[in-house]
């Protein structure tokens, strides 16, 4: 029987009184050594009553307390109340308060584990990219220097020379990168508003990569191809969004289908457009679309090292689109394609000024 503080302090209040009145009744007609014994069994019969409250109150909900952190620590939280609704007795209000603070502590203690394995992961990948270039820079410099007696022709020498200045631009675009990623995660980087034709910088990204996208086959489309002679303004950050499409469109081009198609979607949408670029290659997993914006993550890591990626492509773009208080999404089918969009803002009025910052 589950009774409340309530009923319980009531029951008792009631049994007390009782002995007490039939004490106080039969005490005076009774002998003093009656009269102890009697004082004896109300002491005693007190001291139950007591100690059984305690047990059905305080001890009962301590138990409770008890079970419900073990739930916690094998993350079963299902089995715990969401509803800390006011209740009257303060042990339960101190038990709710409990458990409530230990799943919050276990669910803290479980993302700072994620978090560490992802730093861990993050410091991995980071020195290794760094060490690529490096040494083969280092390699091919010391193969020069090496050659004491004049072995290496000044073909050859020039051929070390161009792969060892070709790594270390490699290397500095990937610290420039990582320099960018630092600045627009402590928001130092201010977004440089203008309004801007995005159907120009598209078509412009479009001359950009005609070469990369000629080798693989891939046809870029603009969508829907019907768009107006005047364009479609937008409000942003130009270069950023630049940046944004590029390695989009990019990316589209080195995970799609060779011989496909890569469509960059502009669609009118109230005060916004909504850019899309779409592929047609393998597709994403499920299991992997929430992590593709992640710095340095990647899907296929040897098949992204061979196309030259560092992995820090999406995880810039994510940051610049959000500076333009929008986000991307991803959108993807295993064996139909990616499609990954976000919005811009139109310009309020037709007099908008040149630059908006």
Do not use: W
């Not at 109340?81 to 101190?94: D, G, M, Q």
């Not at 040494?135 to 020069?144: N, S």
């Not at 107006?228 to 942003?236: F, I, N």
């Not at 929430?290 to 773009?317: M, N, Q």
Request: aromatic content about 6%; hydrophobic content about 45%.
């Amino acid at each position: 029987m589950n009774l409340s503080s309530r009923t319980i302090a009531i029951l008792i209040a009631l049994l007390v009184a009782g002995v007490l009145t039939a004490y106080a009744h039969f005490g005076p007609m009774l002998p003093f050594r009656e009269a102890f014994l009697a004082a004896g069994i109300t002491v005693a019969a007190c001291f139950l009553l007591v100690y059984l409250s305690f047990e059905a109150l305080i001890f009962r909900e301590i138990n409770g307390i008890y079970a419900g952190l073990e739930h916690i620590k094998r993350k079963e939280f299902k089995r715990l109340s969401n509803k800390f609704l006011f209740r009257p007795e303060p042990v339960k209000r101190v038990r709710d308060e409990i458990l409530l603070m230990a799943e919050r502590r276990q669910q803290e203690l479980d993302e700072l584990v994620r978090l560490q394995a992802l730093r861990r992961e993050f410091l991995a990948d980071v020195s290794h990219e760094l060490k690529t270039p490096l040494f083969a820079a280092q390699g091919f410099v010391h193969t020069i220097l090496d050659d004491e007696d004049d072995e290496i022709d000044l073909a050859t020498r020039r051929k070390f020379l161009s792969k060892a200045a070709a790594s270390l631009d490699t290397l500095d675009a990937l610290v420039q990168d990582l320099v960018t990623i630092a600045q627009l995660e402590k928001g130092v980087v201010r977004m440089r508003r203008q309004r801007f034709d995005l159907v120009a910088l598209v078509r412009e990204i479009f001359e950009l990569l005609e070469q990369q996208a000629a080798r693989r086959g891939t046809a870029l489309e603009l969508f829907p191809p019907n768009l107006p002679e005047t364009g479609l303004q937008v409000v942003a950050d130009r270069n950023r969004i630049r940046q944004v499409l590029v390695n989009l469109v990019d990316n589209a081009i080195k995970y799609g289908r060779e011989q496909g198609r890569v469509v960059v979607g502009l669609v009118e949408s109230g005060r916004s457009v909504r850019i899309s670029v779409r592929d047609d290659g393998a597709g994403i997993a499920p299991e992997h679309q929430s992590r593709i914006f992640e710095r340095f993550y990647r899907i296929d890591k040897s098949r992204s090292r061979e196309s030259g990626g560092s992995g820090l492509g999406l995880a810039i773009s994510k940051h610049i689109v959000e500076a333009h208080k929008s986000s991307i999404r991803v959108k993807s089918t295993i064996g139909e394609g990616t499609t990954l969009e976000f919005k811009l803002s139109k310009p309020k009025s037709g007099n908008i000024s040149p630059r908006d910052k």
